[in-house]
């Protein structure tokens, strides 16, 4: 019975031992943690996608509060929250936060089954990283979309998915973030970051084809092949051709669309904009016939109407009188 009464006394004293080691050791190097974090990562949407280019949600929240003590939160930015949340963290921090135009996802690449004919045919690991890894792809293009779907397969939001017809990624622009998943899931640079633009409007180059014209034409029927010609048109600077591929820049662009048409390979597209009513085709001019003088009719000539002659009627013979009679009969009498 001793026995245990002195392991239990042995153990009790060994743990409180231990346990004002921890407590001073907890106090001596104790981290200061600014309460303010766990606030604002409250108010952070917990996605821990990455798209603000910290680790996690936890990351953005200490940069939010140190950029707050020096005084400046520019080029913080959260994309899954967009501005209501990052209105709400400039509350809590009091700080003031310009309003950033949102961004969305944008596929830069045209080349649908129907433009890009295969050449070869891919039986491996479906995935666009594999396929790269293994060259051009089943096409002839080597910079364009490979259609394996890391991009959708990278999105947490559902907002990209591959069409199984075209074989290209399409983004739907209410759900995507911009948290930039897809564009780090694309071994090939397709996807980029784009203002949204008013009303969703848009204009871009769907190509990222840098071979020469001729060898971009024959790998794609839409590919852009240098031309220059957008480059002319815009009035704005926002196009610039380097390396055989036209690129605008969506901070100059004023969305005139004049390179929309000037495009001879239909490269350069416009999203979200209204179908143009189609133009009516121009009447033919209709020769004005000169009037010919009718001929005047002569009237005919009315013959005048012979009235029928009247015949006299033969005069009716006379009855004979009596005293007639009697002169007749004493003439015939006499001789």
């Known amino acids: 019975m001793d026995f245990i009464w002195i392991a239990v006394?042995?153990?009790?004293?060994?743990?409180?031992?231990?346990?004002?080691?921890?407590?001073?050791?907890?106090k001596k190097f104790a981290v200061y943690e600014d309460p303010r974090i766990a606030q604002v990562s409250e108010v952070l949407p917990g996605a821990n996608c990455g798209g603000c280019g910290f680790p996690g949600c936890s990351g953005m929240a200490d940069a939010l509060v140190k950029g707050a003590d020096a005084g400046s939160l520019d080029g913080l930015s959260c994309p899954v929250g967009g501005a209501e949340v990052m209105g709400k963290?400039?509350?809590?921090?009091?700080?003031?936060?310009a309003n950033s135009e949102p961004m969305v996802a944008?596929?830069?690449?045209?080349?649908?089954?129907?433009?890009?004919?295969?050449?070869?045919?891919?039986?491996?690991l479906r995935t666009c990283a594999a396929i790269h890894a293994c060259g051009a792809g089943e096409t002839a293009c080597g910079f364009g979309c490979l259609g394996g779907g890391d991009c959708e397969t990278a999105c947490q939001f559902g907002a990209i998915c591959v069409n199984s017809e075209t074989g290209i990624p399409e983004v739907d622009d209410d759900k995507c973030t911009s948290c930039g998943a897809c564009v780090k899931a694309c071994p090939r640079g397709v996807i980029e970051l784009r203002k949204k633009g008013p009303k969703g409007r848009r204009v871009l180059v769907s190509c990222v084809n840098k071979d020469k014209g001729p060898v971009a034409m024959k790998a794609c029927a839409v590919s852009c092949i240098g031309c220059g010609k957008c480059e002319k048109e815009c009035n704005f600077g926002a196009i610039t051709v380097e390396n055989n591929l036209a690129y605008i820049d969506f901070e100059k662009c004023r969305l005139c669309r004049k390179c929309v048409t000037v495009c001879p390979k239909h490269a350069i597209c416009d999203v979200n904009f209204p179908t143009p009513a189609p133009t009516p085709k121009p009447k033919e001019p209709v020769a004005l016939k000169a009037?010919?003088?009718?001929?005047?009719?002569p009237k005919p000539v009315?013959?005048?109407?012979?009235?029928?002659?009247?015949?006299?009627?033969?005069?009716?013979?006379?009855?004979?009188?009596?005293?007639?009679?009697l002169d007749t009969e004493s003439s015939i009498s006499i001789k």
Do not use: H, Q, W
């Open 106 to 124: 944008v596929v830069r690449c045209n080349g649908t089954c129907e433009n890009r004919s295969k050449i070869v045919e891919y039986a491996g």
């Open 291 to 297: 009037e010919i003088p009718k001929a005047e009719v």
């Open 9 to 26: 006394l042995v153990l009790g004293a060994i743990g409180l031992i231990a346990a004002v080691v921890l407590y001073a050791a907890s």
């Open 302 to 325: 009315e013959k005048p109407v012979e009235k029928p002659v009247e015949k006299p009627e033969p005069p009716k013979p006379k009855k004979p009188s009596r005293g007639a009679f």
């Open 89 to 97: 963290v400039a509350d809590l921090l009091g700080m003031a936060i």
